[in-house]
């Protein structure tokens, strides 16, 4: 089915989303080891006319002449606002891929998808970031027995060779580096790991989610504290802060005189810590939530539905040929 057709039933896919950058490297808090290998790939950037150009290599090396980074590392480890202060910094805007909007039940189309979007980010002269690639940039199937087996090889190659060709800077976020494929290791100029924080950039994690001169605080806050008694990654400090402000907002009392106090950010951590729990749970614990499902049926099930819309499309095509003529 063509593109316009599925447009009219479904409505234009949003395939990346833009961002205006505002985070700057001053919002990053990061091991230093990690934020050095930024700062160096920053450099690099920054000399890509002096290497192509004056230098004379973009007439021996006709592809990758652009930057692409791989940021690996667990989920909360600011690989998504590095991204972003990267753009800042580069003073260009940030074009947000995700998987799922990507992903297509036509068989072909998540590879045109790929190729579309690094035109988008051409014209726009936009960093590319795409965020969770462990699903787009997948290992490929070696044995070859089901049609979403094809389609999956078909659009990693296809993200290979726009890799090779792109001029600009494109960005892969990894939770399980291990999961891509080999290919592209020679491809990405810079493979940067995201460490879990230590204590002490830790506390300036939790203090960095604060307002410095609007959220109250109580004096008995003590984020040093905080930051020894949970070694959680950034993203979950966020969460804690955030469930610590609603806890507080709910005492009772007017509104002006509430404060943060430290038993709100324990209670918000040690919700985060009960949500991770009941989600363990229901991802691992097989009486709770059943057998993974199974890649063949999701196949079949794309098939059977392209067939319905199909069959949908030309009865309305025959309809309208049918009014034309009354």
């Given at each position: 089915m063509s593109d316009s057709l599925r447009d009219l039933f479904f409505g234009r896919r949003q395939l990346v989303e833009t961002v205006a950058p505002r985070r700057t490297f001053a919002d990053v808090v990061l091991p230093p080891a990690t934020l050095e290998a930024i700062r160096h790939a920053l450099a690099l950037i920054r000399k890509q006319n002096l290497i192509f150009?004056?230098?004379?290599?973009?007439?021996?090396?006709?592809?990758?002449?652009?930057?692409?980074?791989?940021?690996?590392?667990?989920?909360?480890?600011?690989?998504?606002?590095?991204?972003?202060?990267?753009?800042?910094t580069l003073g260009r805007k940030l074009l947000v891929v995700r998987y799922a909007e990507l992903e297509s039940r036509w068989a072909g189309q998540t590879a045109k998808h790929v190729a579309a979007v690094f035109r988008e980010a051409v014209e726009s002269g936009a960093v590319l970031f795409f965020d969770e690639a462990d699903a787009i940039a997948a290992r490929r199937f070696t044995n070859l027995s089901q049609g979403y087996e094809r389609d999956s090889n078909a659009t990693v190659a296809v993200l290979l060779n726009e890799l090779e060709r792109f001029p600009g800077v494109v960005i892969f976020a990894t939770n399980l580096a291990t999961n891509i494929d080999p290919a592209f290791e020679r491809r990405i100029r810079h493979h940067i790991r995201f460490e879990m924080p230590g204590p002490v950039e830790r506390e300036r994690i939790w203090r960095a989610q604060l307002h410095a001169t609007k959220t109250p605080l109580a004096e008995d806050v003590n984020f040093t504290e905080l930051a020894e008694r949970f070694?959680?990654?950034?993203?979950?400090?966020?969460?804690?802060?955030?469930?610590?402000?609603?806890?507080?907002?709910?005492?009772?009392?007017?509104?002006?005189?509430?404060?943060?106090?430290?038993?709100?950010?324990?209670?918000?951590?040690?919700?985060?810590?009960?949500?991770?729990?009941?989600?363990?749970?229901?991802?691992?614990?097989?009486?709770?939530?059943?057998?993974?499902?199974?890649?063949?049926?999701?196949?079949?099930?794309?098939?059977?539905?392209?067939?319905?819309l199909t069959a949908l499309a030309v009865a309305l095509v025959a309809l309208g040929v049918a009014l034309a003529h009354r």
């Open positions: 150009e004056q230098w004379g290599l973009a007439e021996r090396h006709g592809g990758g002449l652009g930057l692409a980074f791989h940021f690996a590392g667990p989920p909360g480890t600011g690989k998504t606002i590095a991204a972003e202060a990267i753009a800042t070694p959680r990654s950034g993203g979950d400090i966020k969460n804690a802060v955030l469930k610590a402000a609603q806890i507080a907002t709910l005492e009772p009392g007017p509104d002006e005189a509430k404060r943060i106090e430290q038993r709100h950010f324990l209670r918000g951590m040690e919700g985060v810590e009960a949500a991770e729990h009941v989600m363990s749970q229901s991802l691992f614990d097989g009486r709770e939530a059943g057998p993974p499902p199974d890649p063949s049926l999701r196949a079949r099930d794309r098939v059977l539905f392209t067939i319905a």
